[in-house]
DNA sequence: TGTTAGCACTCTTTTTCTTTGAGTGCTAAT
DNA sequence: ATTAGCACTCAAAGAAAAAGAGTGCTAACA
């Protein structure tokens, strides 16, 4: 700001690499990390004096801050960021590390969501963190078939299947019993009506006008049709799972009680920050807004098909995540869930 | 013990309804009781100093216990038992809790399963506890149907619906496309071979038998049959369920690390509680075994059908759980359940 | 000019000591 | 049998003191 030559030499490669050591220290004792403890480290050569000088500037930077005069620094918001984008230094993955994550995707049936699914529970194993999914959007998920299927007395199970090989049912109570000959003009009907349309697209209007065009059937099979719309709902809502909840109860720098309301509307308030609209890896800190759960941070990262995004998978933890793990990690594994669901794809097209 | 007219005299009126007052204080407030609040109810007409006197007496018969010399006196285990079996007045329900009661068992297919989960929800809502949900026994749950519906290139989705109104479904990935006589057969040896039997049965042995005798069709449907396993499976394993457990995080008296711990394999701790030899509303404590989470409780009501077993609910709170109000909500919701239950089948037999 | 040793200073954390107060148990009186 | 009175106990809260970690600044040094 105040001499150009300045803004050179506050980035000077010392100045990062304390920078780097200082949120490195942080991340795994979550104590203030004082000169003493940098200037033990082997590849910085120069005394705890010279630190305390570069860490001043540090922290009028933004970079990082004192909870108190005497204390050590502890990283900024901003010395997050730029740890993330430029200093840390992301592991390679060992071959044994690979293998392991490629053993949690040995799912029977690949299908993106499973992967996915498959890739999320690992994810928290590994990192003791809660992860975050987002199942393929209803946007690109398309009805592909609709059944109903008797199994008792005026019971009915409706039944139905997307393109992403999803499943939902529902058990319907009808007034009477159908006919075969009504079952089958449903399943018809649905057949021509209904095949191809996105999941997203099933408005309540649109069975109105469904039930309307049904002529005699209207009476009996209207039920059935507001069932199939209730359907269409759930894969809506169901859209977004978060699991491994518990491991963020076990920190002790994490406040149990954000974490209940986190959950109880976790839903809203991680809609928004997968937005589709950012990079295919992104971390996003609770100080960016509509993060219920204070000093956490998500790092979400996208899965593509065809370019368009089949999903989503995100790790939520702590502000002083281990990075350097957890992004390989899931950058990783969405790698491989994306070349395995396009080799699914050749796989067919092969036949 | 020492002389046959204490024995008597230990459990006289006035004791019996100091106790129940130290208990119902320790309730609400959660901290030790001492002899000045009791003494400041309305219905106890002594001096403090008789309810110490009375108050020694029980703590050496093991009723109440002090945290330290200078304090009031908490239950103990037995106290709280004979609290809950003798000493608490359980309030009636009003009308309007009754209908409040009520409108959460109102959905649309009331079956067992989805009646108790209703109930569940609501409890867990209105106490403020963990619930616990066993649905019906896999021994009296039957396959009532088993269908194969292709779903895409080698996909098949497997359907098994249970007469306890249960429905699983599963994705299988087959190496060839079946043609409608293989799926036709399929169809038809499920219905013939499976069709009433308790998914409890459904052994891998019983499968390999089926394989065995499917003559020409084994090796194309063998792997469908591996699925049906794996979907009895699903519901022998599904059979427990908390919910709720946000509430018991949210509680200060209750260490949030067993809680975890608890959830890890709460299955597994949950199974013996729910035994079925006991009456139909038990009280298990912490203490009692087994339990994993210190200084709770857990209260158990059953839900029968025709005599049988048909589900179970219960809460799991704190020791100093209000039992006074949760005991009549569980088992009012019980009772309820198990007349909507049979009323169902009445409503069938009048058809 | 950049680096470093030295030192006074600050502020949290820990420890120790003191005070307070709720509640008891016992004794003697009713 | 009940109760008032009182000495006693012990946890919890508060105050004061000591310890310790880390800084910023100054002055010396290469």
Redesign the interface.
Known sequence: MYLQKGVICLLDERKRKILAAVVDAYIVTGEPVGSKTIASLPDIRVSPATIRNDMAVLEQLGYLEQPHTSAGRIPTYSGYRLYIDELMNAKELSDEEKKMLDDCLDV??P?AD?LIESASEALSELTHCATVVKNISPKFSVI??V?V?P???R?Y?L?M?TSS?N?R?K???LEFDLTNEQMEFFSRYMAENLQGVPVDELSEEIVEQLVAAMGTYMVTLAPLLKGVCELAEGFRDNEIKVSGE?NL??RRDIN??Q??RF??NKNEVVKNMLDDSFGDLQVVFSEDGGFVIENSSMIVSKIRKDGEIAGTLGVIGPMRLDYAKVIPYLEYLTGRITEMISEEDQD?ED?
Do not use: F, H, P
């Open positions: 029977d049936v299908t499973a592909t078939k059944e299927i199994t008792g007395k019971m199970v039944l299947i090989g499943i049912n058990v319907c109570r518990k109860l076990a149990s009680g974490i209940v959950l109880e067919d036949k």
